[in-house]
């Protein structure tokens, strides 16, 4: 079983930026695939970034390339580097764990989640 609990969120101004972490607690954590994922009240759960174990391989949504960094350390945090923050960036961010190599962006493959953390753009 893996353990997450994410930090960072807050509210920003547009334009600012944010690094977001997830600490994971449990199992061997360097065997695992990491997302974040992001959702608002009344919607879906949407993907936002993903990294491999090893860290060499990093998948981001359209709307968030260029803008947000996905990294990870060998003691057991990922993080989400924010950049350039848009009122529409506002969301409950949501860091996931897979046990599997393979980068993917559905939800439904990833096992473990945390609470979240709150992310606030005001204009």
């Known amino acids: 079983q893996v353990q997450l609990v994410e930090s960072g969120g807050r509210l920003v101004q547009a334009g600012g930026s944010l690094r977001l972490s997830c600490a994971a607690s449990g199992r061997t954590f360097t065997r695992y695939t990491m997302g974040w994922f992001r959702q608002a009240p009344g919607k879906e759960r949407e993907f936002v970034a993903a990294i491999s174990w090893s860290g060499g391989v990093t998948s981001y949504t359209d709307s968030v390339k260029g803008r947000f960094t996905i990294s990870r350390d060998n003691k057991n945090t990922v993080y989400l580097q924010m950049n350039s923050l848009k009122p529409d960036d506002t969301d409950v961010y949501y860091c996931?764990?897979?046990?599997?190599?393979?980068?993917?962006?559905?939800?439904?493959?990833?096992?473990?989640w945390g609470q979240g953390t709150q992310v606030t753009v005001s204009t």
């Open positions: 996931e764990a897979r046990v599997s190599a393979a980068v993917t962006t559905a939800k439904h493959d990833y096992n473990h």
